[in-house]
């Protein structure tokens, strides 16, 4: 870096014609701004930014009552997100998840999950889902952690069979 700045200098010292005061102020400019350029890694991994938290209860005892708290999540972009969910259900066989995907592809994704199954944690294998978590017990809780995807709208649901529908979010 040092030899390709000193060669841009002595180029541009005679063409610029400028007298050493003010060659000696662009040179140390020239500089600051290479320096800074330098100071801040683009290559930085995502677990060493910012990690944006959220925690989202599952709840209901019965397939009438079942939903997502809350039913709506706002997270910026670029962040590595850390969704905490917690069954609040104490029903037996009250067995959540939660898959992030594609905005409007909730049909496709919660049909799909039921070939996937169990083993699989009820999350397919598709193109549209962002990420998903590991079946949560009752009184239980599980962690995942993703990238942020680009700004936009996304939904959540739980993909555990006959889920789907009413535990949805955005």
């Known amino acids: 870096v040092y030899s390709l700045a000193l060669a841009f200098v002595s180029k541009y010292k005679a063409k610029l014609r400028l007298n050493q005061q003010i ?20 290559k930085t991994p995502l677990s060493e930014k910012e990690t944006f938290e959220i925690t989202v209860y599952a709840l209901g005892e019965t397939m009438d009552d079942i939903s997502f708290e809350p039913e709506q999540i706002e997270a910026p972009a670029g962040k590595l997100l ?13 067995f959540h998840n939660i898959v992030f995907y594609t905005f409007g592809e909730g049909q496709k994704v919660g049909f799909n999950s039921i070939a996937s199954g169990q083993s699989k944690n009820y999350i397919p294998n598709l193109p549209e889902v962002i990420s998903g ?11 995942i ?26």
């Open 145 to 170: 952690e993703f990238p942020a995807p680009a700004v936009g709208q996304y939904n959540y649901s739980c993909t555990f069979p006959g889920h789907y529908s009413k535990m949805t979010g955005v």
């Open 82 to 94: 850390q969704v905490k969910l917690i069954n609040k259900s104490t029903a037996i066989g009250m």
């Open 133 to 143: 978590s590991k079946m949560v017990e009752m009184g239980d809780s599980k962690t």
């Open 23 to 42: 060659f000696g102020k662009w040179v140390i400019l020239f500089f600051a701004t290479l320096l800074m350029s330098c100071s801040e890694n683009p």
